[in-house]
C-alpha cells in the first residue's frame, strides 16, 4: 500500500536555527511527493513537490526538500527558521495516474518555531 | 489564484440531520475532492470526482455520499449526522494532467460540531 510516514507530531526550534520536518514515504513505482502547510484556521497551502530530477527541491517561503530515494525519505528544511514558520505541517503522495489524481497525506507535524 | 471556496466555516447539527457541505472552485478545474481532517489522523479521502456527475470513493466513504452536478461545484452530503462525523471538512481541487504532479488547491475548511 502507498503511504507516507510523518515520525514526529512535533519539532521545536529557536528562531535563526535550521528546521527539518521528516517525511518518509512508501510507494510503487517512481514517487510523486509533496509539501502542504497549514496555518490555523485555514485550509491547506501548497509549499513544493519532487516529480522527478534534482534531488533538492525549492519551494515558496524558503523551505526546499531533500529526497533521498535509498532512504525513501523526503525531509523538508529551512536555513533560518521564522516564529512565522509555526504552523503544521504535511507530507502527502500521488498514488495514483490518470484522472483524480487524490494525494494520500501523513498525519502532520507541528513546527513550533520560538523567539 | 486559484480560489476554493467553502460556504460555510463553521456549522452545528443534530444527530440524524442531513447536512450538505458546498465548495465551489472559480479555475475550472476538473478534479475535486473532499478530506476530513481529525487530530493525529491527518487528512482522509472521503469522495472525490473527476468530471461532472463522475465520482470515485476514497477512503472512508461511509455515511457520506456527494454530488457533482456542474463543473465547479461539489457538494459532500451526510444523509444522517452522527457525532463521529464531527470534524473539519476540507475541499479541494485539481486540474486534469497526464501525470500525478498537479497540486491540490484547498478551501479553508468547514468545522462541523454534530451533536
Known amino acids: 500500500a502507498q503511504s507516507v510516514a510523518q515520525p514526529e507530531d512535533q519539532v521545536n526550534v529557536a528562531e535563526g536555527n535550521p528546521l527539518t520536518v521528516k517525511c518518509t514515504y512508501s510507494?510503487?513505482?517512481?514517487?510523486?511527493l509533496f509539501w502542504y502547510v497549514q496555518y490555523p484556521n485555514r485550509g491547506l497551502q501548497f509549499l513544493l513537490k519532487?516529480?522527478?530530477?534534482?534531488?533538492l527541491v525549492k519551494g515558496s517561503y524558503g523551505f526546499e526538500a531533500e529526497f533521498n530515494k535509498s532512504q525513501t525519505s523526503f525531509h523538508l528544511k529551512k536555513p533560518s527558521a521564522l516564529v512565522s514558520d509555526s504552523a503544521l505541517y504535511f507530507c502527502?503522495?500521488?498514488?495514483?495516474?490518470?484522472?483524480?489524481?487524490?494525494?494520500?497525506f501523513g498525519k502532520g507535524t507541528t513546527l513550533s518555531v520560538s523567539s | 489564484d486559484v480560489k476554493v471556496t467553502q460556504s460555510s466555516r463553521y456549522l452545528v447539527k443534530r444527530t440524524g440531520e442531513k447536512v450538505f457541505l458546498e465548495c465551489v472552485q472559480d479555475?475550472?478545474?476538473?478534479?475535486m475532492f473532499w478530506y476530513r481532517q481529525d487530530p493525529g489522523l491527518g487528512l482522509r479521502l472521503i469522495y472525490f470526482?473527476?468530471?461532472?456527475?463522475?465520482?470515485e470513493k476514497g477512503d472512508i466513504p461511509e455515511g457520506y455520499s456527494v454530488s457533482r452536478e456542474k463543473k465547479e461545484r461539489f457538494s459532500l452530503i451526510l444523509e444522517s449526522a452522527s457525532t463521529n462525523q464531527t470534524s473539519m471538512y476540507l475541499c479541494?481541487?485539481?486540474?486534469?494532467?497526464?501525470?500525478?504532479?498537479?497540486?491540490?488547491?484547498f478551501g479553508n475548511g468547514t468545522r462541523l460540531t454534530v451533536t
Open positions: 479541494a481541487s485539481s486540474p486534469l494532467s497526464r501525470d500525478r504532479g498537479s497540486p491540490l488547491h
Open positions: 510507494v510503487s513505482g517512481n514517487p510523486y
Open positions: 519532487y516529480i522527478t530530477g534534482d534531488n
Open positions: 502527502a503522495v500521488s498514488p495514483r495516474v490518470g484522472a483524480g489524481t487524490a494525494l494520500i
Open positions: 479555475m475550472d478545474h476538473e478534479n
Open positions: 470526482s473527476y468530471d461532472v456527475k463522475m465520482k
